[in-house]
């Protein structure tokens, strides 16, 4: 089985990253504006683990995609937020 999960939400804010700087109200999207990122908290994934393991029949040979509620965490515009396209583009695998 896989499980999908997107990246942590705390991935986010770790400032080793750099995408959301909350000290500078920067925010360096991941491979540029245009790109969406699809990000899950840690309970979310607790929350889904157990799922998983508890589900009858038993989920054998699938993918499974797990997701919070989305939410828009800001739109910049004229707020004080710098835009700044970072030169990552993270690996996407496709499960199709």
């Known amino acids: 089985m896989i499980v999908s999960t997107g990246l942590f939400t705390s991935f986010l804010f770790e400032p080793a ?6 000290d500078q109200k920067t925010i360096n999207p991941l491979g540029g504006w245009e790109m969406q990122v699809t990000v899950t908290s840690p309970a979310d994934i607790g929350r889904l683990t157990t799922e998983i393991y508890l589900h009858q029949p038993r989920i054998t040979n699938e993918v499974v ?23 990552f583009y993270p690996r996407r695998i496709d499960a199709t």
């Open 65 to 87: 995609f797990c997701r919070g509620g989305n939410d828009l965490l800001c739109k910049t515009g004229g707020n004080g937020r710098t835009r700044d396209a970072a030169n």
């Open 17 to 22: 990253f750099d995408v959301v700087n909350l």
